[in-house]
């Protein structure tokens, strides 16, 4: 199957973000991308990376057993 290419305008919506947050993961170098003459295009599959990489699982604690209130 082919990989589908993705506007920054597209992205930011994806994101939820304006369209100034993904034209800075480009400058930074923070997220793969291909020029297409003067054009730029991100990967679906780099989208998915840098999502994946920046995800922050929550922390399971045990259920601290207190006994009742007086």
Sequence with gaps: MAERYLSVGQVAEL????????????????I????VGRHVRIPESALAEFISSHTVEPIRRPR???????
């Design 15 to 30: 994101l939820g973000t304006t369209v100034r947050f993904p034209r800075r993961l480009i400058e930074e170098r923070r």
């Design 32 to 35: 793969r991308y291909v020029k």
């Design 64 to 70: 601290a057993c207190y006994g009742r209130a007086a």
